[in-house]
């Protein structure tokens, strides 16, 4: 019917004089947009199904493509915006819930935006980094009330720790939800930068067993690959409560990428749906949470660090002193904008809170609790760059995690279709034709290259405050200054305005 | 054979003693006098049996594989959670949420059962998890069921009881759940259709029972000599056409 007749949300423009037919874009679109048409003898491309995900653009030989939006404009109404009038036309023709991948994209308020970072001028000289010793050693997990040392000088009764060398993690993306070679780039990156990747809720593939040591595994409501030899292969657990991308909401993956090696990994039948309920049906209290919390310690036997992750909502402080008493080593909190591999769009770009706020308020809680050295803070929710890992440290975070950051260093253009499963750049799909685009070594050199870089960006940012250690940084909120915040917004984040 | 006294012995020290224990190659411990501890049996993976008298705590045999269990008292919450293999025999009644996610091996309850049980169950290769239920369930009984066996046979129960509550394998979208006795289209969640045996059923659900009736000594004719109703899954992917492209 014609009123299901839709528009292409972009165009593409092919410099005749600079194709040469050669159809290397026809080869690397798996959404079929372009082709060798044998009548005309030249490329055509069918606009409507493009995602624009660059992939044809980069690999022109010739520089040939251009992707635009498409310029036609609805009436102009800052109210029924032409993405609100195509998402009703989407349902009414379907009756489904809107659909959508990676993180929130809508204008609102980004608070890394408004912190900005001081610097020693005169007094308390700053610190060249590359002439000098600079620490940013992280250790996660909770802290002794006392320090006791034995006989060789070791620390006593000391909890287990994860130790990283930069205090960056790369957040939960489950194989199934990303490839394989994703999954190897990440792990290896973690491996050789002593950092930790995090398996996500799909399992442990065996072929990266061999980073266990680096390898944080999930544990979700579904349970998908979760038994005692996984649960020992990590070097800790993460109990996966909530997410940034979608608070309260379950997963759902559906049986097409329920391949064979997902299969194995989730340890669940080949195409059937993988459904992870919303809640744990073993968690409806913080006493539930306690108990799956000593239940994994004991499976563990008490050496592996213990992580329960939320998404950052309404009553973060609250909950997370919840969590903290209930026996968690670290908590993760994920921010609004936090990336998925799919989710209800109205419950993405709406349903939860930013994560600078809900950090500031997590850290103040716990230290008016006293609860602060039971637990380490990690945040997450868009981490776009080594500033944003600065302040979040500052505001009181012990780590971040890193991921839609990751997946660009991987290739991502942020095309949001990752739930198509059709991502032509190797990343969010389980089709062997795309996954063997991404070379995992090529991968892991990116992402390495990525986080040194940050990490040579966050020593420079020290050095220049006049700290050699970012534990000097850790929770000096004096280091930040707001602009164009409310009173509001600068007390909950507890730092002063610009200018004072 | 070793045997604790666990009088008044904290949960992660006992723990730690049966670990210990198994460690050093004992493959059969009693253990007396259990009176509510914690997170007996997890994440075992041993080949081993432990005899459990009296009341053992919450997340009995949680993540276990492979361990055997026989409890001569009643059991509490979250029994057999994310349980891979092994075995659980209780001779009395256990509280909610028995068998959550559990993945393989057999639970067997001569007594009632609390809520929410089986609540993804799945089933993968080989393993094919099994809980029979001597009484009666709570509500929820199978939800979200992916795989395995439930059988639930409400023997012993008083004439004006019902044999299972409400929402009976809401969400349930593999596995087969028998019941010995009727339910109603209103007791089961929407996925679930409701059948009779039929020959391939009565043989395989004969299978399953025998162990059972033998551990419990009961008479396996009797018990299966009775009208039976079976739960499956309308379909594999229930939410499958959820979503707007
Ligand atoms: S979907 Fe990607 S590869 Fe295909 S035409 Fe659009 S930008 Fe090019
Ligand atoms: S991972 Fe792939 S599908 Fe997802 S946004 Fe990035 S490029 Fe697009």
């Known amino acids: 019917m014609s009123l299901d007749y839709k528009v292409p949300e972009f165009i593409i423009e092919r410099d005749r004089d600079k194709c040469i037919d050669c159809q290397v874009c026809e080869r690397q679109c798996a959404n079929q947009v372009h082709i060798y048409d044998q009548d005309l003898e030249k490329m055509v491309a069918q606009d409507i199904d493009c995602v624009n995900c660059q992939r044809c653009v980069k690999l022109c030989p010739t520089n040939a493509l251009t992707i635009r939006e498409n310029p036609s404009e609805y009436k102009k109404n800052k109210n029924w915006t032409g993405n609100m009038i195509e998402n009703i036309q989407k349902q009414a023709a379907s009756g489904g819930i809107l659909l959508t991948g990676m993180g929130n994209p809508t204008a609102k308020k980004i608070y890394w935006d408004h912190i900005l970072l001081n610097a020693s001028q005169v007094t308390n000289p700053s610190i060249d980094p590359l002439r000098e010793p600079m620490e940013l050693k992280t250790f996660l997990g909770r802290k002794p009330d006392q320090i006791e040392f034995d006989e060789s000088g070791e620390l006593k009764d000391l909890p287990p720790q994860l130790e990283l060398d930069i205090p960056i993690m790369f957040g939960a993306m489950s194989f199934g939800s990303i490839s394989i070679n994703a999954c190897k780039s990440l792990a290896q990156a973690a491996s050789d930068l002593g950092l930790m990747y995090n398996t996500g809720e799909g399992g442990f593939h065996e072929d990266l067993y061999q980073h266990g040591e680096r390898t944080i595994v999930q544990v979700a409501s579904g349970r998908f690959g979760v038994h005692n030899e996984y649960l020992n292969a990590g070097a800790a657990v993460e109990i996966k409560v909530g997410q940034g991308a979608k608070p309260g909401i379950g997963g759902h993956l559906p049986g097409e990428k329920v391949g064979a090696e997902v299969s194995k990994t989730r340890m669940i039948p080949k195409g059937s749906d993988a459904l992870s309920p919303a809640p744990h049906h073993d968690i409806y209290s913080i006493e539930d949470l306690r108990q799956l919390i000593y239940a994994l310690k004991e499976a563990t036997d008490y050496k592996k660090p213990v992580s329960v992750k939320i998404a950052a909502v309404h009553n973060v402080a609250a909950i997370a002193t919840g969590i903290a008493s209930a026996g968690a080593d670290i908590i993760a909190i994920d921010g609004y904008r936090g990336g998925t591999g799919a989710a209800p769009t109205m419950i993405r770009d709406n349903v939860g809170i930013p994560v600078e706020l809900a950090l500031a308020a997590v850290d103040d809680r716990l230290r008016q609790e006293e609860l602060r050295k039971n637990v380490s803070l990690v945040v997450s929710g868009s981490i776009r760059n080594s500033a944003d890992i600065v302040k979040a440290i500052a505001l009181g975070a012990d780590a971040v995690y890193v991921a839609s950051a990751a997946l660009i260093s991987l290739g991502c253009h942020m095309c949001q279709k990752c739930y198509t499963g059709k991502c032509n750049w190797g990343i969010a799909t389980q089709r062997p034709e795309l996954v063997k685009r991404l070379n995992p070594e090529v991968g892991a050199q990116r992402v390495k290259n990525l986080i040194t870089g940050w990490s040579h960006e966050i020593k420079e940012i020290l050095g220049g405050m006049g700290i050699n250690a970012l534990e000097s940084l850790r929770g000096n909120r004096l280091m930040l200054r707001g602009i164009d915040l409310t009173d509001k917004e600068l007390e909950i984040l507890g730092i002063k305005h610009a200018g004072k | ?245």
Not at chain 2, 24 to 34: A, C, F, P, V, W
Not at chain 2, 95 to 102: F, I, N, P
């Open chain 2, 1 to 245: 054979m070793a045997v604790i006294d666990a009088q008044g012995v904290y949960y992660r020290e006992l723990n730690q003693r049966i670990k210990e224990l198994l460690a050093r190659g004992e493959r059969e411990i009693t253990l007396n006098n259990i009176n509510g501890q914690r997170y007996i049996g997890d994440g075992l993976t041993e080949q081993a049996k432990l005899i459990i008298n009296g009341t053992p705590g919450n997340d009995l045999a949680a993540f276990g594989n492979g361990a055997e269990l026989v409890i001569n008292g009643n059991g509490q919450d979250g029994i057999a959670n994310t349980m891979n293999g092994g075995q659980i025999i209780i001779h009395g009644s256990v509280g909610d949420t028995l068998g959550y996610s559990m993945r393989g091996g057999e639970v067997y309850v001569k007594g009632d059962v609390g809520y929410r049980v089986g609540i993804h169950m799945k089933g993968y290769q080989d393993k094919q998890p099994l809980i029979i239920i001597g009484g009666t369930a709570g509500d929820f009984f199978g939800e979200y069921m992916a795989g395995g066996r439930m059988i639930l046979l409400g023997l012993d129960r008083a004439e004006a009881q019902d044999i299972v509550g409400n929402y009976v394998g809401a969400g349930m979208h593999g596995g087969v759940i028998y019941i010995r006795g009727q339910v109603e289209d209103y007791q089961v969640g929407q996925e679930v259709k409701i059948s009779g045996l039929d020959e391939d059923d009565r043989k395989e659900l004969k299978g399953y029972l025998s162990g059972y009736c033998q551990e419990f000594d009961y008479d396996l004719e009797e018990v299966l000599n009775a009208e039976f109703c079976k739960l499956a899954p309308c379909s594999a992917r229930p939410y499958g056409n959820l979503y707007a492209y």
